[in-house]
């Protein structure tokens, strides 16, 4: 299952791990949802958001990596 895929990697990589989780049993996606959130990852239901988090973790990550006054 992709919730046992997820327990597998989740303390194996120190890069983030976003996802969008979707399909047509809305009971399904719901419950993915909350047992990957459960693990620490963050879900998203659009994928445009998904888009953007990543790119916001990534610019998040260059501020953060610059050295106080550059």
């Known amino acids: 299952s992709y919730v046992k895929a997820y327990e597998e990697v989740k303390d194996r990589y120190q890069k983030p791990l976003v996802s ?15 047992r990957l959130e459960d693990l620490g990852f963050p879900v998203f239901s659009d994928p445009e958001i998904c888009i ?4 916001l973790a990534f610019r998040y990550a260059q501020v953060k990596g610059r050295k106080h006054g550059d």
Do not use: F
């Open 20 to 34: 969008w989780v979707y399909g047509p049993d809305k009971r399904l996606v719901r419950e993915t949802s909350r």
């Open 52 to 55: 953007k988090a990543i790119g």
